[in-house]
């Protein structure tokens, strides 16, 4: 076996260099545990996080809006203890239904002194609490009441350039709330999460949380909206004017022309189905005496009817000369 190699590691550990970093090292041990126990013999301020849990609830009793999850402990001890802490954390704090006072129509204000008391034995001996956070404990309750509501989407369903969104639709549209009576009386509505669909140039979803209400619970936590987009394309029809109320022996001359040209967009799956009669002018006489007692001499174009699906929709030319003639004038 061809020990060289290890006859000259030999040689070098047995070297002044090595002698230098054996004797840091042994320093360095000697130091950090020094440090350590006069860190952990020194007095510190430190948080704690302390689960809160809400014990012996009836069965009868709905928690519509329930105690923050944990609260923050601010300790004043050694850091001996903090480190306990960190290892084996801290038990929760535990408070019985039965003993909590403040109750007053489902909202019940749990004292502060009451869960330090609580968790005073949940800490070490020698540790000092300083402050709790939040310093304002609350939860709600019911006993069976409920109502059903209109769930509405908040915010707007957009569509990119050149598309349209031509249907949204929000599931579930009603939910059910729990909460006490007099929060019931006064809530007409629900409100989604802002929606993000914007911008869109195809169909997509989206998975909603509800906007929380202070002392309510909802049947349901999420709800989902549905834009349906498609492709906008442009078309146009012919329109014909339709004369109302004009008195027997009177008629209406339109210059240039009395049929307008109405130039739209649409999704490409509605335009199928769109129709010229489905688009309509009407004009009546009292429109026309009501320009005249404004000494105006144009008709401005407006549709009557048009199909609601239908945007930017304009009309060619968008205002007209107009005469009234008697019909015996015309067969002149």
Do not use: C
Request: charged share 20%; hydrophobic share 40%; no cysteine.
């Amino acid at each position: 076996m061809d020990t060289r190699w290890f006859e000259t590691w030999s040689r070098r550990l047995g070297g002044q260099n090595f002698k230098d970093v054996l004797v840091f090292l042994v320093f360095l041990v000697f130091s950090t545990l020094f440090w350590m126990v006069f860190t952990l013999s020194e007095v510190h301020e430190s948080t704690v996080q302390v689960e809160l849990k809400l014990t012996d609830v009836p069965k009868d009793v709905v928690i519509t809006d329930s105690l923050p999850s944990t609260i923050q402990v601010h300790v004043q001890d050694r850091g001996m203890s903090f480190m306990h802490y960190w290892m084996r954390g801290v038990k929760p704090v535990e408070i019985p239904y039965p003993n909590v006072t403040g109750e007053k129509e489902g909202r019940v204000q749990v004292s502060v002194s009451d869960v330090q008391r609580l968790l005073r034995v949940n800490l070490l001996e020698s540790s000092k609490v300083q402050k709790i956070t939040p310093d304002s404990l609350e939860f709600w309750y019911n006993q069976g009441n409920s109502k059903v509501v209109p769930l509405v989407l908040s915010g707007q369903v957009t569509a990119g350039n050149g598309h349209l969104v031509t249907g949204v639709n929000l599931s579930p549209r009603h939910v059910a709330v729990i909460a006490p009576k007099r929060i019931l009386d006064t809530l007409s509505m629900v409100y989604t999460m802002p929606t993000g669909l914007t911008n869109l140039r195809a169909s997509q979803s989206e998975i909603l949380g509800l906007r929380p209400v202070r002392g309510a619970k909802f049947e349901t936590e999420t709800a989902e909206v549905e834009a349906t987009v498609d492709i906008l394309v442009e078309k146009s029809v012919v329109v014909p004017v339709t004369l109302e109320g004009f008195p027997e022996g009177k008629t209406l001359r339109l210059f240039p022309t009395p049929d307008i040209k109405v130039v739209y967009s649409v999704g490409y799956a509605e335009s199928k189905v769109i129709k010229p009669e489905d688009f309509s002018i009407r004009i009546s006489y009292d429109q026309i005496l009501d320009l005249q007692r404004l000494g105006l001499g144009k008709i401005p174009m407006m549709l009557s009817t048009m199909p609601s699906s239908a945007v930017n929709v304009h009309l060619e030319p968008s205002e007209v000369d107009y005469l009234i003639e008697s019909v015996g004038e015309l067969d002149e």
